[in-house]
């Protein structure tokens, strides 16, 4: 019986890619455990390309689609520049609805500036609530992207903001009257509010302007997930410093009352970096207000998680811990 959210690493090897076999020599990038994005060559030009879901969450989704969609393009080093928005809504769902999703999502798009191009509305009962699918596509040169797509032996790993980020504002969201009851109701707000700190746009711009070796956006599995798909993609280890990870006060409070590990709950806003050159972009993150931490460095083989006096092994990505408080 499989469990909720993202197919696990090894499913994914022995049920999906095993059966994508076409190969074109068009494409530069086909799937693999942690590249999220395909890259079409155009000549100069190449079309970087990612799709997410919204299924974590009835609340929001417009503005989470556009996001999370398009952090992975800029994740790619690459300015996301249009939208393919499906929408699958169950019977009984109003055309307020249906118009509030889309106003979510035109706000968020003006945000980043990117044109919704086309897509798919459609009333069906194969859904129980509304979900929705955003493609996102870019543009950029060829060289550029393909500079930015394999982290290096003695890279030092750099995350942005604080980890369980879109996790925690959607617990927040989703069980709202729950928390408050519990906890101080002014934490319960901010929870709330960290979903406008999703996009990693700004981050995204200074690290591609700057040149660094990879980037990753923090998504299902959490920071230590993600971590771990990083090293994947790039055949390499990965040395982790655990009690480095930064958690905001808010992803505490709600993850110690839920008893779930904010390191493994989707980080969606939180981008992970790799560079030999640690001060520079530390440096300029912080110049634009941005939170930097030295998370970990990337080595030759072993993955695993340092913490104090303790060491043990960085597992692949399971179930994300959003799915044992909310039902998908």
């Given at each position: 019986?499989?469990?909720?959210?993202?197919?696990?690493?090894?499913?994914?090897?022995?049920?999906?890619?095993?059966?994508?076999?076409?190969?074109?020599?068009?494409?530069?990038?086909?799937?693999?455990?942690?590249?999220?994005?395909?890259?079409?060559?155009?000549?100069e030009?190449?079309?970087?390309?990612?799709?997410?879901?919204?299924?974590?969450?009835?609340?929001?989704?417009?503005?989470?689609?556009v996001?999370?969609?398009?952090n992975?393009?800029?994740?790619?080093?690459?300015?996301?520049?249009?939208?393919?928005?499906?929408?699958?809504?169950?019977?009984?769902?109003?055309?307020?609805?249906?118009?509030?999703?889309m106003?979510q999502?035109?706000?968020?798009?003006?945000?980043?500036?990117?044109?919704?191009?086309?897509?798919?509305?459609?009333?069906?009962?194969?859904?129980?609530?509304?979900?929705?699918?955003?493609?996102?596509?870019?543009?950029?040169?060829?060289?550029?992207?393909?500079?930015m797509?394999?982290?290096?032996?003695?890279?030092?790993?750099?995350?942005?903001?604080?980890?369980?980020?879109?996790?925690?504002a959607?617990?927040?969201?989703?069980?709202?009257?729950?928390?408050?009851?519990?906890?101080?109701?002014?934490?319960?707000?901010?929870?709330?509010?960290?979903?406008?700190?999703?996009?990693?746009?700004?981050?995204?711009?200074?690290?591609?302007?700057?040149?660094?070796?990879?980037?990753?956006?923090?998504?299902?599995?959490?920071?230590?997930?993600?971590?771990?798909?990083?090293?994947?993609?790039?055949?390499?280890?990965i040395?982790?410093?655990?009690?480095?990870?930064?958690?905001?006060e808010?992803?505490?409070?709600?993850c110690?009352?839920?008893?779930?590990n904010?390191?493994?709950?989707?980080?969606?806003?939180?981008?992970?970096?790799?560079?030999?050159?640690?001060?520079?972009?530390?440096?300029?993150?912080?110049?634009?207000?941005i939170?930097?931490?030295?998370?970990?460095?990337?080595?030759k083989?072993?993955r695993?998680v340092?913490?104090?006096?303790l060491?043990?092994?960085?597992?692949?990505?399971?179930?994300?811990e959003?799915?044992?408080?909310?039902?998908?």
């Amino acid at each position: 019986m499989m469990q909720p959210g993202k197919l696990p690493n090894e499913l994914l090897a022995e049920i999906v890619f095993s059966n994508i076999r076409v190969k074109r020599d068009e494409v530069l990038v086909f799937p693999k455990v942690g590249m999220d994005c395909g890259v079409i060559d155009f000549g100069e030009n190449v079309c970087v390309i990612s799709t997410d879901p919204i299924t974590g969450t009835s609340s929001d989704i417009g503005w989470l689609g556009v996001h999370v969609a398009c952090n992975d393009v800029i994740a790619a080093g690459v300015e996301p520049l249009g939208l393919m928005i499906t929408i699958m809504a169950p019977p009984g769902t109003t055309e307020s609805e249906l118009y509030e999703i889309m106003n979510q999502a035109d706000r968020a798009s003006a945000e980043l500036n990117v044109a919704i191009v086309g897509g798919h509305t459609e009333i069906t009962n194969a859904v129980t609530r509304t979900v929705l699918s955003t493609t996102a596509i870019g543009k950029a040169k060829k060289n550029k992207v393909m500079s930015m797509l394999t982290a290096q032996n003695g890279d030092y790993v750099i995350m942005t903001k604080t980890a369980g980020l879109e996790g925690t504002a959607i617990i927040a969201r989703e069980r709202e009257e729950e928390l408050k009851k519990c906890l101080d109701p002014e934490i319960i707000q901010r929870a709330i509010d960290m979903i406008k700190d999703i996009s990693v746009l700004k981050e995204g711009e200074i690290a591609a302007n700057i040149g660094v070796n990879r980037m990753h956006d923090a998504t299902e599995g959490g920071v230590l997930g993600a971590l771990w798909e990083m090293a994947e993609s790039s055949g390499l280890g990965i040395e982790v410093y655990g009690d480095k990870i930064p958690v905001a006060e808010e992803t505490k409070a709600i993850c110690d009352y839920l008893k779930i590990n904010p390191l493994r709950l989707i980080s969606s806003g939180c981008l992970l970096v790799t560079t030999p050159d640690k001060k520079t972009l530390i440096n300029e993150l912080k110049k634009e207000g941005i939170k930097a931490t030295v998370v970990g460095r990337m080595v030759k083989k072993g993955r695993y998680v340092k913490s104090g006096t303790l060491k043990f092994p960085l597992e692949p990505p399971k179930s994300d811990e959003l799915y044992k408080v909310i039902s998908n």
